[in-house]
């Protein structure tokens, strides 16, 4: 998320940069990325002894291996069939004493991106834009003269496959069956324009969407899905049995004794069990926000009067709904902020080339400042500290006490101050209790030592995923996540209800959960996808603010089931719209991310170009906010809603907005206000 440095790298004849962002991938259209067939689908130099080994890999069994000798840099290639004039986004994971990645034949400017990391395997990204004639390009990987053996594992290239390519086999197909119908709905494939249905090995219907429903008879069916576009299908999906007929339980009963209960700004709702129900739909509004298996659950619906209702649900399907409660909330949230919101990451910790700003300099504009950063001692260790810029680096750093005294100065004006847990560099994994109650102690230590106004959870990297067989949401179990939603409940209970909690999540972690959600059913997804998930949820109920980063991001599915790409304001409308509407995590209807508060949600940017990838012009920005606010200005994808209480921006940073002549603050403060 965070550039902390600006590095001059050395070039070695080819040059690059390492990326810290992991995108979120849309699409691998390379052949064997992990090299799992051996060399089936690359081509290696003759001298390079390449091969496929079974140590070391950063992914699956098997990885390249290869050695550079003479003239010879043990290069290993293939050529990808891509469209023209499109983004790619290119990644691998290497290990060696130089180890290169590139593409040729792109059209434009072929990228080449290079690291030395001899003892573990680091990631290597970059990204180029076809010509408008390119069809193909050839991507490589290979070391340096004289630098020994490599290794190469887990090869993406992320984009949209060429022209006479059929998509890739659907994936996450799942399947429910009742007294008549079988139901169907899988994840999309990238590039497909239509998808066939297979019942027990016969085609039986097409689709245009990713769900398909039929009366097949009774009995147990097996079912799988291709996909199609005009260059061939796929092959087809894993196989899933469906049940239909008479041998199905019937649907569960409605339930009853529906009471609702409003304590602050939450809602806790109870009702009687129903007999054969394995799961309750709960309605606000007439409109679906949770699926619990217990008979309870707590909604934060906002201020206002809201409407419930409840159903029971079974394999064979859903009852109706109960009757309806009403229950009012008129408790503020927590947080005591104003309606419109700007929050700004402030360097306090390194310079970053923007230039350090002192606490009591900083911008009236600004609502809440988030010091960047605390950081663990080590990976698992939980253990947090902060320490002010070294005056080496920072030469006009003030003292600690003027430090305190210019948070105070900036509190006495209503501002939220903030200590930013991890960043870039700072990974946090809470693996053990132990390394949870050393979070919350040294954390709180930090609060208390600068009394500060609450937490901003920036965990990013390897910090949060999800173990094998962790999908429920509202009751995760890897430790990791477990822990966190611990620690983060034990400091909201002891500084009380003003303690502001902030959420600073990628889309990797949180929107691609459309799609993916952990390692999935077959385990070997990537297994951070989607994990903030369950931190949120958890967390609903006390978190002030989520501002998730709207740029260090691949492309992302939108719920219109179309890749949204970053940078402009239609990436912004349909990354916040699935905030704010909810979504079925990994297609699931069954197991949904519910909506969040409007005064919830802001939306994340760099400030200036030069502050991270994803920049998105003025104009753009207040565009997408003004069709999310109000309903005008949108452009191809439309929100389920109209959200006028969305709350506000966020910035990575206060500094780069400094160094930018102050265009992001001046302009969107303006702005915000006008909206009232």
């Known amino acids: 998320m965070r550039f902390r440095k600006l590095a001059a790298i050395a070039v070695l004849a080819l040059g690059g ?116 004639s390119t069809t193909s390009v050839t991507i490589y990987v290979n070391g340096w003269y004289g630098q020994g053996v490599y290794q190469a594992d887990d090869v993406v290239l992320d984009g949209a496959p060429g022209q006479g390519q059929p998509p890739a086999a659907p994936t996450g197909l799942t399947g429910t069956g009742n007294a008549t119908t079988a139901s169907l709905s899988w994840s999309a494939s990238s590039g497909a324009t239509g998808y066939n249905v297979y019942r027990n090995g016969t085609k039986v219907g097409t689709a245009t969407g990713t769900t398909f429903s039929e009366t097949p008879g009774a009995g147990s069916h097996s079912y799988q899905v291709s996909a199609t576009n005009a260059s061939g299908e796929s092959a087809k999906s894993g196989a899933v049995s469906v049940t239909v007929g008479n041998d199905q339980p019937p649907p569960p009963s409605v339930p009853s004794g529906l009471a609702a209960t409003v304590s602050g700004a939450s809602v806790s709702l109870r009702w009687n069990a129903s007999s054969g129900a394995t799961a309750y739909n709960v309605y606000r509004n007439g409109t679906k926000v949770g699926t619990p298996t217990a008979t309870s659950y707590t909604d934060s619906p906002g201020t206002g009067t809201h409407s419930y209702q409840v159903s029971a649900s079974n394999p064979t399907g859903e009852s109706a709904r109960s009757g309806a409660v009403s229950a009012t909330v008129t408790t503020t949230p927590p947080g005591n902020l104003p309606k419109r919101v700007l929050v700004g990451y402030l360097h306090a910790s390194f310079a970053n080339g923007s230039g350090y700003i002192r606490m009591a300099d900083v911008p009236n504009e600004w609502n809440v400042i988030n010091l960047s950063f605390g950081e663990p001692t080590s990976v698992t260790s939980g253990d947090i500290r902060f320490t002010q810029c070294p005056v080496a680096e920072c030469p006009n750093v003030e003292s600690e006490a003027e430090f305190i005294a210019g948070i105070r ?100 972690f949180v929107q691609l959960g459309y799609q993916f959600y952990g390692p999935g059913p077959n385990g070997s997804a990537d297994r951070r996808a989607a994990s903030y998930l369950p931190v949120i949820h958890a967390m609903r109920n006390d978190l002030t603010l989520l501002h998730v980063q709207d740029y260090n991001s691949g492309p992302i599915m939108g719920l219109d089931n179309q890749y949204h790409t970053m940078g402009g304001h239609d990436f912004h409308v349909a990354m916040t719209d699935m905030l704010l509407a909810g979504f079925p995590i990994a297609g699931n209807p069954n197991n949904v991310f519910p909506a969040l508060r409007q005064d919830q949600v802001a939306i994340g940017l760099p400030a200036a170009p030069f502050a991270g990838n994803g920049f998105t012009t003025v104009a753009e920005v207040q565009k997408a906010f003004d069709c999310l606010a109000k309903g005008t200005n949108c452009g191809s994808y439309r929100p389920r809603g109209v959200y006028p209480n969305l709350r506000g921006l966020m910035t990575w940073s206060i500094n780069w907005d400094r160094y930018n002549a102050f265009e992001f603050s001046r302009s969107h403060r303006a702005y915000l206000d006008g909206l009232g």
């Not at 070391?56 to 004039?85: E, F, I, W, Y």
């Not at 790619?88 to 590139?102: C, I, K």
């Not at 999800?466 to 429920?472: A, K, M, P, V, Y």
Request: charged share 10%; hydrophobic share 35%; glycine share 12%.
């Open 17 to 132: 940069t390492m990326l810290a962002a992991s995108p979120a991938h849309a699409a691998n259209i390379a052949v064997n990325p992990g090299f799992e067939s051996g060399l089936t689908g690359w081509t290696c130099t003759a001298a390079s002894g390449a091969t496929a080994v079974s140590s070391p890999v950063h992914g699956g069994t098997r990885a390249l291996q290869a050695t550079p000798a003479g003239n010879d840099t043990a290069r290993c290639q293939q050529t990808v069939s891509v469209r023209p004039s499109s983004a790619y986004t290119l990644s691998a994971w290497v290990r060696g004493g130089y180890v290169f990645l590139g593409a040729t034949g792109t059209g434009g400017t072929d990228p080449s991106t290079w690291t030395s990391s001899p003892s573990s395997y680091a990631q290597l990204s970059t990204s180029f834009t076809t010509g408008a």
């Open 409 to 508: 100065a900036k509190q006495a004006l209503g501002k939220k101050v903030l200590i930013s847990i991890g960043g870039q560099n700072g990974q946090v994994q809470l693996g053990t209790t132990a390394a949870r109650d050393k979070f919350v102690q040294s954390v709180g230590a930090i609060i208390d030592k600068y009394g500060l106004d609450g937490l901003d959870i920036d965990f990013e990297g390897h910090s949060l995923y999800l173990d094998n067989g962790d999908t429920n949401l509202s009751a995760p179990t890897t430790p990791v996540i477990v822990n966190l939603i611990s620690a983060l409940k034990t400091l909201k209970a002891r500084y009380g209800t003003r303690f502001v909690l902030t959420m600073a999540p990628e889309t990797f």
